[in-house]
């Protein structure tokens, strides 16, 4: 059975840091595109980064780049998602979601299409 479990939300002020993590189990989690979105009330799910199986490809929202990076642990069966310079904009249920030898071009604009996600975890930026 495939889970993916979030953990690392929480309240913080503008301008601090987090560090959200997405633990995999039950997969081959090297063969596994990985991504983060989010979904702040009342508004759509929105990409926030993604990276390709083998590390080939990076993909950052305009609105998080250079200020979030994403990165994964192979041995770990862990992606992360460090978050820097947080704004109250960055304020959302944040999902990691994972699909097996997908392009990452596809999951940022077809999220409906992954296969597995995680339940979400919150972090609320406050001003």
């Known amino acids: 059975q495939v889970q993916l479990v979030e953990s690392g939300g929480g309240l913080v002020q503008a301008g601090d840091s987090l560090r959200l993590s997405c633990t995999f189990s039950g997969l081959s989690f090297s063969t596994y595109s990985v991504a983060w979105f989010r979904q702040a009330p009342g508004k759509e799910r929105e990409f926030v980064a993604a990276k390709s199986w083998g590390d080939r490809v990076t993909l950052y929202a305009d609105s998080v780049k250079g200020r979030f990076t994403i990165s994964r642990d192979n041995a770990n069966n862990t992606v992360f998602l460090q978050m820097n310079s947080l704004k109250p904009e960055d304020t959302a249920v944040y999902y990691c979601?994972?699909?097996?030898?997908?392009?990452?071009?596809?999951?940022?604009?077809?999220?409906?299409?992954?296969?597995?996600w995680g339940q979400g975890t919150q972090v609320t930026v406050s001003s």
């Open positions: 979601a994972a699909d097996r030898w997908s392009v990452v071009h596809t999951m940022m604009r077809a999220p409906r299409s992954i296969n597995h």
